[in-house]
Nanobody, 123 residues
Framework: QVQLVESGGGLVQAGDSLRLSCAASGRTFNSAVMAWFRQVPGKEREFVAAFTWSRGNTYYADSVKGRFTISRDNAKNTVYLQMNSLNTEDTAVYFC????????????????WGQGTQVTVSS
């Protein structure tokens, strides 16, 4: 059974940094695309960043480019989202997601999801 478990969320002030983790288990992820999405109440879940496990390619939403970095630890089967220069618009529940082979920014294309972790940025 595939499991994605996020951690690292919390309450921070604007300008601070935070690192989210997504521990993956239940299968091999060598051909997977790992992604982070976020959602605020009343809005659709939006793409934040993605990482292709086999090639190490990274993709970012324009709103986080230059501030967020997605990376992996192969030994721990874990994907990270380093978030710097946080602002109040980054407040959301952040979800880890996975799919096979091809990169996508559409939440509908992702098969596996974590339970989410809350990130709150105060002004």
């Amino acid at each position: 059974q595939v499991q994605l478990v996020e951690s690292g969320g919390g309450l921070v002030q604007a300008g601070d940094s935070l690192r989210l983790s997504c521990a993956a288990s239940g299968r091999t992820f060598n051909s997977a695309v790992m992604a982070w999405f976020r959602q605020v109440p009343g809005k659709e879940r939006e793409f934040v960043a993605a990482f292709t496990w086999s090639r190490g390619n990274t993709y970012y939403a324009d709103s986080v480019k230059g501030r967020f970095t997605i990376s992996r630890d192969n030994a721990k089967n874990t994907v990270y989202l380093q978030m710097n220069s946080l602002n109040t618009e980054d407040t959301a529940v952040y979800f880890c997601a996975a799919r096979d082979y091809y990169y996508s920014r559409s939440r509908d294309d992702y098969v596996y999801w974590g339970q989410g972790t809350q990130v709150t940025v105060s002004s």
